[in-house]
Every structure is written in structure tokens, then in C-alpha cells.
């Protein structure tokens, strides 16, 4: 997925909160409300970089288990698992458990406590109840302090308090192995994930542009197809679950332009055993910037040409209680490849009311590749509405 | 509309009458609103600051004797995934001479908790900010961003003000808190991987439970509610005491209503026997005179509630003053209107007005018209009845069965108080009928006719002013009590400083949280020159699971300093040795009282072993704390305890040196930072008077009160009487009387009345000093005084009821002088 708009709501209030202990109580009002000019997030990631932080340049490799791992170096790093699960009985959810640090810097006057620290680490929890279309949405914070929250390639982890990704002892065979496990008021989720695949790199070898200049830009990757089974409870019903899981990391250091408003995201697994990822970045004036990549049901990775990336929003939603208006049927073509596809949200109201708002979901799509019509599911990010 | 009419001629003709009757239904239900408004403000606003501190917190995790390692909080928050918990480091700090309370948060997991707006607006991040409540920032007159320098043992910082903390209508930041960062708090306070403690919001005893299997030894989890219960176990007794005093003047305001409504009625008797001859019916005048007294209730309301919501701005003030003496600075101080007060304040004013007028009103329905020319029939009946006797009688028998009943109730205690006063109230007439017949006894024997003429006239009134002289009664009596209580305390107070205080110079940190004395510091001590021993201590709050905050006292001392412990209860054989190396522990009074322990007990308390039994060897007296101490050796504490340095020394100091010197050599040689407090015993001695005394101002204030409406009840029932007499006046002046003799005489009774309502205020008020100190004190505090009964006290309040009464006189006397005669011998 990209950065943008995101990254950026999180840096700010992160910095609002911790560095330097400008703290901030968050609340509905103080966050900042997408769609409005984002002074602040434009001024903040044009700013003179606070810190020596790394550049992100093309040519650097990906490297394993070490890239698993944190980047401290670089100012913003997420790992972001989304799923498609389902009970024997068929019964689908969706969640979302992702993992953010933002660098912030910090007081050298406090260099005595344990409690300094230069990041910031966020998480949200959520799951989408698509029987009974709601979505259920949680926060966490933490300083990077103390192992309250943070990340290792080897044994592989990523915690936020007491949500996280802990590797599986070594005796397990494949390339990756893990339990996810986050618990909140009323859900809690435990999975064991593996995948026999090695990491998709994205972009350039894991160089992952974010506008046609090549200003800005992220190290990138995912795991797209990992093994999910375990035990799903909410409102203290437990299901038996199994299903597939996305992972994607990206860390940077500058990502967004001034110009660019925000970003949407699909990553789709279809019933042949194929999967899609496709994102485009919004700039004024339509200045879209779209990534794709497709990986056969054999692994074969194809990349697209931005140009030959056709993303048209079908269906809008404005619910109620929604903070804004979101894209939530959309047309895909990409005529290189031969895939036509239609995508819907599993239920419209899949926004995540936190402290910063967006439309994180579940999605079915329908259509054709090379001409044999297929189905699929996925997840959709939505952004900057 | 005739009876309307003939109402509406009285009133218009005594102004100063109907005037004094709505003035004593304002007062009595102003005294009532007054202290309801501040009691029920000052209890808002204790419950503010503590919602402000505690948030949402349900239990606290906390080391025995404070503090616990910071990996405990990683503990809770990732291992056991409590998602609501968040640590706080705590130090007393001070600033420009004032001891503030220096809090140490992580913002981003705090928020869960206490939702403080910790909103630092745009300013460019910088170490050590802070953030106080807006009171705060205006009493040291800081503005955001400016600068504030803090102390914390010999070390000083630059903070800066980043915002403020206004209060909202579920919390409000206590005035001596500064909050800030933890990071800073540690680097600061010089406390790098420690927490005070960790506050947590857990759902169930399962979570709890749960949690508590994960803690290391040593470290508790406390229940919030156990916490609060005995933290506040002295709020609640102060808050008794409050509405008890409150309850003294709704009844001396119930009093002061009856009195001068049934007083008004009464008083126009005749006018009600002309209006009955003129046809109208009992129950008619009796209709009308309801609806007079229903409209005298709602102005005496008006003006009342409006009276009282202006005086409880003082004494609230006076009442949060005694609160953050004792606990925290509240920051708010908006008034709370509750609608209770007023509906409290409504029915006493409208119910009292009602009543006192529908007893005299039945009268004048029952009576014959001509009877109602004759005011004797009431008069008569009034004295000669021995009911008043009899609620007297049981009123005080049930008063002492109630305590006979009841051991350790602290309302029980306060219901055969008002029982006791009730009783004693219902004496008044009978005791003035009596006093009033043994002076015209021995007037008559030495002949002076005047005399005999003032007494009989005091008989001869006492259905208008026996209420009133009972309220006064109750009133002096009560002051009296009160003072008779607090003075006792004090001397007790003073002489266990005397025994207590034994040491010559004490030195202690300016925070029991500073940082504690190092061994050379303490071996200089010993080295300072003119000291011939030192004694150490230090006290500490050990946060036990099942008792809440215990606070300990960890006494290193010679056999001499610890014959100044005064013991109440326990084998003195071979104490010290017991105390010193055998495990022995003493505990205060209160502390005894609070846990129910005898010596020969085993107190259980949580220490960094785990919980261990204390064996209480002696229980002694102390008025430090009324949430009590133990004290131990620190033999005794080092078994149980990880070892912790001294806060406070005594200096003994060698015969023929002076302790001003010693004290200027200390400041000059140990002392070059001033960072530690040296105070010589005597000034010591004064601090902890002036502490005393501050704490009793507000009861002093409740007690002026109530004096305030006693007075004016009895002036204004007074001087009504006299004012009605003109006619009898003039037939006296008539028959060859001077003003000056009448108005003597005028003087004569009303100075009567009152003496009776002194003498019998004297042992109504002893009899309350007692109940108050045996009884009420020991069971608020745990405390045992001496019962000093100061003369000077005594007297005082007999003037007192003397004065108000005399005073009472003084305007109609002066009236006399110039007197129309004829005019008012005409008559109406």
C-alpha cells in the first residue's frame, strides 16, 4: 500500500504526542479531519527533516529475515496484515491489525529515563462483520520505550502493548510463520499465518515509487498469501476461523508531495489463485499515480505500466455517521493482462472511526481474466476523502 | 376581604413586628443553605480533583513501600494486555516556597485513564514542560510559556508553563499539581527506572486475579475503592462534623422560626377575639392565618435562600481552606446549588413557618372570642404543662440509650447528641418559670417591688419567649460545647508535643519523598558540634491490598527519645528492648482504633517480603495523623523491608549549648543550600498549633453561625414583646413611673431571660463537650483527650447569652424616652 495521507495524520499526532512530550489527549476533535487542506501534514512532511534520517533510494536489495525487521533509520515504517476469514458454517469476516512507528526525535535533556525515546508506535484493530455489516474499530499507542511496542527481524516480531506478530518456534517449516494475536473490549483474534512463498518484492526490486517524478518513494514488499487459521471471538462468541492474510511493509522517509490528496488500495485474491495489488496515489488536477502488479497461482510476479492501470470509482457511499463520501464500487481494467473487473465493498460502512478516519474493508470482486470469468475477495483502502 | 383588610392594618401599623418575623424565617433557613451549599460544594469538588487524579481507574499497582520498577509497567501493559493502564512518577516539588505535587504521565497511554486535554496549542516542543490547572497558573501568576523553577531536594530545574488544565463538570485538577511528562519527571526527581505506580482500569475479579498471578513479590494490586475508602475515612468524619453542625443550625433555626411566627400570632389575639365577635367562624381565621404564615414562608424563603447562597461563599471558603490543609488544594470553587438545598431550605422554611403558626392559630380557632381578649388562657397553659418536662425526660434518656446501644457508630453518636440538645431545649420554659419564682421570692423578701414586677413579667411572657430561650439555650450551649471540645484537644495537642518533642533541633527534608539523607550527612550530624545524640526516622506509605495506605514510621532512637512516647495501653517492661531487636512494633490511637488492635495483636501488612505480622507491643498517644502510624525499629523494618534512607533527625544537644548557635552552625556548615528544613523544638511546637488551629477555623466559623441566628432570635422575639407593651408602658408612666425606671425594668427581664438561657446553656454545653470528646471525636478519629474545662470559656458564653438578651432591650428602653403618653393610652 502507499503512504500519504495516512502516514501522515499518524506523524502528526505522534509528534504531537510524544516528542518532546507535546502531548495531546485524542479525541474526535483533534483529529485532523481528512479532506480539509492538511496544513499541518503538508507543512510537516515538507518541513526540514528533523534528525538524520535515511533516504530512500533505488538499488538498495531486500534482505530476509533482517527487512522483516525494523529500519530506525528511515522515519516511518509499517507491517500491515488484512484478512478474509471464514467460519466452517461460511460465515465471513474481516480484519485489520496493523502495526505503525513514526521517528520523531527526542530531548537529549532526558537521556537518564528509560522513557526517551525517538519513536512513536501506533496500532489499530479492526473487524468487519460482514453477516451483520458492521465494522468494529480500535487504537493503541505506545512510546517506543521500555519493549512496550517495536519490532525484530530474528526471532521475527512486531508488538504495539498487547497486540502483535510473534514468529512460531523454528520447528516450523516455511518461510514464514507467525501468530497474530490482538485482543480489544469487545474482540479479540489469535491466527496462525504461514506462507511456503517468498516476500513479493513491489516496485523496482522493493523500490516502490510514489509519483512519476520519483520524488518520493518507499521500500515496499508484501507476503500476499498467507495462511490464516485460528479462533476469532466477538462479543464473546468464539468462531472457529480460516482464511488468507495480506501482509505488506513499507518504512520511509519522505512520501507524500504537496500536490498529492491521498491514496487508494486493493489487494485481491481471486478463486484461480491469482492475486492483485493495485494502488494510485491522487494528485490535483487528476494527477493520478497507479501502481499494479499481478502474481499467478505458479508465483510469476508481472508489473504494470502506470499508464495501462485503468481505476474508475462506480459506486459512492456517504453514511450517517461517516465523516465523508467514499468510492466504494470501482471499475479495474488493465488491458495489458486482459483483466476486467468489477469490485464492491462486502457492506458499505467500513470506516474506521478513530483517531484518524478512513475506509478500511472487506471487497468481492467479479469479472474476467484472459477472458474466463472469475470471482474474488480482498481488502480496500480508501484515503483523503 | 375583612379579615384581609384587618391583617393587612397590622402589618402596616407594626412595620418592625411583621418586619423581625420575616427576618427569623430568612436566617433560619440562611444557616441551613449556607452550610448545605458549601458542605455539598466542597464534597463536589473533593470528588472533582480526586475523579482528576484517579480517572477511571479501578485498581493501582504499587510496591509495598512505594514505587516499583518501570519493567512492571511492560509487564501489565504487554504481557498481561491490559489496554487501560498508565503509569504516573510522583514527587513533592517546590516552587517559589510552596509545596506542589509534582505528576509524571505518559501521555499517550494516560489518556485512557484520566482524559486530562494536555493540548500544548502550537509552541515549539521543549523538555520540561508542565501543565497545572488554570487556578494554579493564576496564583503563581504564570502565563503559557513562561518559566517556573522547581526544587526537589538540592536540586532546581526550569519547567515552562505549556497549557492549562481547565475543569469540567466531572473533574477538575486539585491547585498543587503540575503535570508533565514522565521522562521528565524521572530525570527531574532523579528517580530513572522507577514508577510511583501504575494506574489500571480492569473489568472483573478474573482480571484482576489474573494480573495479581503475573506480579512479582512485592509488588500489590490495590483495589481503588480500598484506596479511596480509608484515604478518605477522615473526609467522611470531617464531612459528619460538618453536617452535624449543619443539622445545630436547622435546629436553632427551626427555633428561631417557630418563635417569631407563633409570636406574631399570638401577639394578635385580640385582634383575632374582635374579628370572631364580628361573626367570623374558627375555621375561617384559621384558613386566614395559614395563608398569612404560607406567605411569610415563601418571602422568609426568598430572602433566605438568596441570604444563604451569599454567606456560603465564605464559608466555603473556610471549608475548602481546612480541606486542602489537610489533603488537596481544590481548584474549583463554583458554588453548587443543589436542588436538595433548596427543596431542603423550602420545606424547613415553609414547614417550620406553617407549623409555628397553625398551633397558635388552633388555639384561637378553639377559644371563645372573648377568651381571645385574655392572652392568659395560652400562657397559663404553656406553664402549667408538664409534657414539655416529660420530652425532656425521654429525650434524654433516649439519647443515652442510643450510646449505651451503640458503640462505634458515628451517626448513632450525633442522634443522641440532638436527642441530648432537644431534651435539654425542652427544659428552657420550665427552667425560667422556676429561676423567675425563686427571684420574685427573694425580691419580695427584700422588698424591691420593681424587681418583683420585672420577674413576674418575664412568667408572664414565656409563651412568646420560651422558644426563643430555649434556641438561645441550645445555641450558647452548643458554642460552648464546641469550645470546650476544640480547647481541650488543643491542651491535649500541647502537652503530647511537650512529652513528644523532646529533642532540641529537628531536621527533616521539605517533601517526605525528597531525597533521603546520605550516611555522611548523617555521621556529620553526629559530628556537629554541641549535639550529644541524634534520633532518625522516616515515614512511609506502605500501599497494602486489603487496608489501603498505612503509613509507617521507621524511628532509630536512643532509650531517652523513646521515653517520649506516651503509652496509652501495653506492658512498658522491657519496651524499648522489645521495640529495638525484638520485632515489636507501636501504634498510635487511631491506628489502633482504625484496625481494631490491642497490644498483643498481630497487625498483617503487605512489605517487599510479601504480607508479614507485625506484634503490636503498645499502643501510644499521637495527634499527627488521625489515619494513624506504626512505628518500628529499624531492625525490625530491615527484615521486611528493602533498606531506604532518612528523612528527618533529631538533635539532642550537649548541656550549656544553645540552640539557636547549633542551628546557625547547621545552616552554616550541613546546610549551605538550604534545601533541608532545622526547626528548634519551640518552633516546631508553634507550627503544629497553628496547623491545629487552622484545621478547627471552619468549625469555629459554623459555631459564630449558629451564635448569629441564636441572637437574633432572641433580640428580635425580645424586642417584639417589649415593642407590644406600649400600652401597659403608658398606664406605668401614668402611675408616676420615670422612662428610666420602665425602661430598667424593660432591661431588668429581658437580662433575666437571658441569664436563664446561660445558666442552663452551662450544663447542656459540658454535657456536650463530654459527648463530643468521649464519644463523637473517638469515633471519628480514634483519639482520646483530657476533658479540660476552661473557666474563661464558661463565662464567656453565659455573657454571651446575658449580652444577646440585653441587647435585646436596649431599643425599646431607648424608645421610651420619648414617649407619648396619652397618645398610647388611648390605644388602638
Not at chain 1, 496515489?281 to 502474481?295: I, L, S
Not at chain 2, 441566628?709 to 401614668?734: N, Y
Amino acid at each position: 500500500m502507499t503512504p500519504g495521507r495516512r502516514f501522515a495524520l499518524v506523524v502528526v499526532a505522534l509528534v504531537l504526542a510524544i516528542a518532546g512530550a507535546r502531548s495531546t489527549w485524542f479525541s474526535s476533535d483533534d483529529a485532523v479531519e481528512p479532506g480539509t487542506g492538511d496544513s499541518d501534514v503538508v507543512d510537516f512532511l515538507t518541513a526540514e527533516r528533523q534528525g538524520d534520517w535515511a533516504a530512500v533510494e533505488r538499488g538498495r536489495s531486500l534482505r530476509f529475515p533482517r527487512d522483516h525487521g525494523t529500519h530506525p533509520d528511515f522515519r516511518q515504517e509499517w507491517w500491515y496484515y488484512t484478512g478474509n476469514l471464514r467460519t466452517r458454517e461460511g460465515r465471513r469476516f474481516g480484519f485489520q491489525l496493523t502495526f505503525f512507528r513514526f521517528g520523531h526525535g527526542a530531548f537529549d535533556e532526558y537521556a537518564e529515563s528509560a522513557w526517551r525515546s525517538e519513536h512513536g508506535w501506533m496500532a489499530h484493530f479492526a473487524v468487519s462483520d460482514v453477516e451483520n455489516r458492521r465494522l468494529l474499530a480500535w487504537q493503541d499507542y505506545a512510546r517506543g520505550a521500555l519493549d512496550l511496542a517495536g519490532a525484530r527481524a530474528e526471532p521475527f516480531a512486531v508488538w504495539v502493548n498487547g497486540w502483535s506478530v510473534r514468529a512460531d518456534p523454528p520447528a516450523v517449516d516455511a518461510q514464514f510463520a507467525a501468530t497474530l494475536s490482538a485482543s480489544s473490549e469487545s474482540a479479540s483474534v489469535t491466527l496462525s499465518l504461514q506462507s511456503d512463498a517468498p516476500p513479493l518484492p513491489q516496485g523496482e526490486a522493493g523500490y516502490s515509487a510514489k509519483d512519476p517524478r520519483g520524488d518520493t518513494a518507499s521500500y515496499y514488499y508484501s507476503l500476499p498469501n498467507l495462511d490464516a487459521a485460528g479462533m476469532l471471538v466477538l462479543d464473546g462468541r468464539a468462531f472457529e476461523v480460516t482464511g488468507r492474510v495480506w501482509m505488506d511493509r513499507e518504512w520511509s522517509t519522505e512520501v507524500l508531495s504537496k500536490d498529492q490528496l491521498g491514496w487508494d488500495w486493493f489487494a485481491l485474491r481471486l478463486a484461480n489463485g491469482d492475486t492483485l495489488m493495485i494502488f494510485q496515489v491522487r494528485g490535483e488536477n487528476d494527477g493520478h499515480f497507479r501502481y499494479a502488479v499481478h502474481v499467478d497461482r505458479s508465483g510469476r510476479a508481472r508489473y504494470f505500466d502506470p499508464k495501462d492501470v485503468l481505476l474508475e470509482p462506480v459506486a459512492w457511499w456517504q453514511g450517517e455517521t461517516a465523516s465523508s463520501r467514499y468510492p466504494v464500487g470501482w471499475r479495474i481494467a488493465i488491458a495489458a493482462a486482459n483483466i476486467e473487473l468489477s469490485l464492491s465493498a462486502a457492506f458499505e460502512d467500513q470506516e474506521l472511526n478513530l483517531d484518524f478516519t478512513y475506509w478500511e474493508g472487506v471487497v468481492d470482486v467479479e469479472g474476467s481474466v484472459d477472458n474466463v470469468s472469475v470471482r474474488g475477495e480482498g481488502y480496500m483502502e480508501l484515503t483523503g476523502y | 376581604m375583612l379579615p384581609l383588610l384587618a391583617i393587612l392594618r397590622e402589618w402596616r401599623e407594626h412595620p418592625v413586628q411583621g418586619l423581625l418575623t420575616l427576618v427569623g424565617v430568612a436566617i433560619g433557613v440562611a444557616v441551613v443553605v449556607a452550610v448545605d451549599v458549601s458542605s455539598v460544594s466542597a464534597e463536589r469538588e473533593f470528588q472533582r480533583a480526586n475523579r482528576a487524579l484517579q480517572g477511571v481507574a479501578t485498581h493501582r499497582v504499587s510496591g509495598a513501600t512505594g514505587g516499583i520498577d518501570e519493567q512492571i509497567f511492560t509487564l501489565v501493559k504487554v504481557r498481561a494486555g491490559i489496554r487501560d493502564a498508565a503509569p504516573v512518577v510522583r514527587g513533592s516539588v517546590t516552587a517559589g516556597g510552596e509545596t506542589l505535587e509534582l505528576m509524571g504521565v505518559d501521555p499517550v497511554s494516560d489518556y485512557r485513564l484520566r482524559g486530562m486535554r494536555l493540548d500544548p496549542g502550537d509552541a515549539e516542543p521543549r523538555p520540561f514542560p508542565v501543565f497545572a490547572a488554570a487556578a494554579l497558573a493564576d496564583r503563581l501568576g504564570l502565563a503559557v510559556g513562561d518559566t517556573l523553577t522547581l526544587a526537589y531536594g538540592r536540586r532546581t530545574r526550569d519547567f515552562h508553563l505549556a497549557g492549562t488544565l481547565n475543569a469540567d463538570a466531572g473533574a477538575a485538577l486539585p491547585a498543587n499539581v503540575l503535570v508533565t511528562d514522565i521522562a521528565a519527571a524521572q530525570v527531574f526527581l532523579g528517580s530513572a527506572g522507577r514508577l510511583s505506580f501504575v494506574d489500571v482500569r480492569l473489568d472483573d475479579e478474573d482480571e484482576a486475579e489474573a494480573l495479581r498471578s503475573l506480579l512479582p513479590p512485592g509488588v500489590n494490586l490495590v483495589d481503588t475503592q480500598t484506596r479511596n475508602r480509608a484515604q478518605f475515612a477522615m473526609t467522611r468524619a470531617f464531612r459528619t462534623n460538618l453536617t452535624a453542625l449543619g443539622l445545630l443550625a436547622l435546629v436553632i433555626g427551626l427555633f428561631l422560626i417557630y418563635n417569631t411566627v407563633s409570636f406574631q400570632v399570638v401577639r394578635r389575639r385580640p385582634l383575632f377575639g374582635l374579628l370572631r365577635a364580628l361573626g367570623m367562624t374558627g375555621n375561617g381565621l384559621f384558613a386566614w392565618l395559614l395563608a398569612e404564615a404560607a406567605v411569610i414562608a415563601a418571602v422568609g424563603v426568598t430572602l433566605g435562600v438568596a441570604l444563604g447562597v451569599f454567606l456560603s461563599g465564605f464559608l466555603y471558603a473556610m471549608v475548602s481552606g481546612t480541606i486542602d490543609a489537610l489533603y488537596f488544594d481544590l481548584a474549583g470553587s463554583a458554588l453548587t446549588l443543589a436542588p436538595i438545598t433548596l427543596a431542603k431550605a423550602a420545606l424547613l422554611g415553609a414547614g417550620a413557618t406553617v407549623f409555628a403558626a397553625a398551633i397558635p392559630a388552633l388555639e384561637a380557632r378553639r377559644a371563645p372570642p372573648r377568651g381571645l381578649f385574655t392572652r392568659s388562657s395560652q400562657e397559663t397553659a404553656a406553664l402549667h404543662s408538664r409534657r414539655w418536662l416529660g420530652a425532656a425526660g425521654a429525650a434524654i434518656a433516649a439519647a443515652l440509650l442510643v450510646l449505651w446501644l451503640n458503640e462505634d457508630s458515628l451517626v448513632a453518636a450525633f442522634a443522641a447528641l440532638f436527642l441530648l440538645i432537644l431534651g435539654a431545649a425542652a427544659l428552657a420554659p420550665a427552667l425560667v418559670w422556676t429561676l423567675s419564682r425563686g427571684m420574685e421570692a427573694a425580691a419580695a423578701r427584700m422588698e424591691r417591688p420593681g424587681v418583683v414586677m420585672a420577674v413576674r413579667n418575664v412568667r408572664a411572657h414565656l409563651s412568646r419567649t420560651g422558644v426563643a430561650t430555649a434556641a438561645l439555650s441550645v445555641a450558647v450551649a452548643a458554642t460552648l460545647g464546641v469550645a470546650l471540645m476544640i480547647g481541650s484537644f488543643r491542651t491535649s495537642v500541647e502537652d503530647w508535643l511537650r512529652g513528644y518533642l523532646r529533642a532540641d533541633i529537628y531536621i527533616s527534608t521539605p517533601a517526605t519523598d525528597a531525597p533521603a539523607f546520605t550516611d555522611a550527612f548523617i555521621a556529620s550530624l553526629r559530628h556537629l558540634e554541641g549535639v550529644d545524640s541524634i534520633a532518625l526516622g522516616r515515614r512511609l506509605t506502605v500501599d497494602d491490598p486489603r487496608h489501603g495506605p498505612v503509613e509507617i514510621f521507621v524511628l532509630d532512637t536512643t532509650p531517652e527519645g523513646f521515653a517520649g512516647f506516651q503509652v496509652k495501653a501495653g506492658d512498658r517492661e522491657k519496651l524499648f528492648e522489645r521495640f529495638r531487636s525484638g520485632g515489636a512494633v507501636l501504634v498510635t490511637e487511631p491506628f489502633a482504633n482504625r484496625f481494631d488492635l490491642a497490644p498483643g495483636d498481630t497487625f498483617e501488612l503487605a512489605t517487599d517480603r510479601g504480607p508479614r505480622g507485625f506484634d503490636v507491643a503498645a499502643v501510644y498517644t499521637d495527634y499527627s495523623t488521625e489515619r494513624g502510624v506504626m512505628t518500628l525499629s529499624p531492625h525490625t523494618f530491615e527484615r521486611h523491608f528493602d533498606p531506604r534512607g532518612y528523612r528527618a533527625a533529631s538533635l539532642y544537644l550537649a548541656e550549656g549549648f544553645d540552640v539557636e548557635r547549633v542551628m546557625a552552625a547547621f545552616n552554616r556548615s550541613l546546610n549551605r543550600d538550604d534545601t533541608l528544613y532545622a526547626r528548634s523544638n519551640r518552633t516546631l511546637r508553634e507550627a503544629s498549633l497553628a496547623i491545629f488551629d487552622r484545621t478547627f477555623r471552619v468549625t469555629g466559623i459554623l459555631r459564630l453561625l449558629a451564635v448569629v441566628v441564636a441572637v437574633t432570635g432572641i433580640v428580635s422575639a425580645l424586642m417584639a414583646l417589649q415593642l407590644e407593651r406600649a400600652r401597659e408602658f403608658a398606664t406605668l408612666r401614668a402611675l408616676g413611673f420615670t422612662p428610666a425606671q420602665i425602661g430598667g425594668q424593660v432591661l431588668g427581664e429581658t437580662t433575666l431571660t437571658g441569664l436563664a438561657a446561660g445558666l442552663l446553656a452551662l450544663p447542656i454545653g459540658l454535657a456536650l463537650c463530654v459527648l463530643l470528646i468521649r464519644v463523637i471525636n473517638l469515633r471519628s478519629f480514634g483519639w482520646t483527650m483530657q476533658t479540660v474545662i476552661d473557666p474563661f470559656v464558661v463565662g464567656q458564653s453565659l455573657a454571651l447569652a446575658v449580652g444577646a438578651a440585653l441587647a435585646a432591650g436596649l431599643y425599646p428602653a431607648w424608645r421610651l424616652r420619648r414617649f407619648a403618653v396619652a397618645d398610647n393610652l388611648r390605644g388602638d
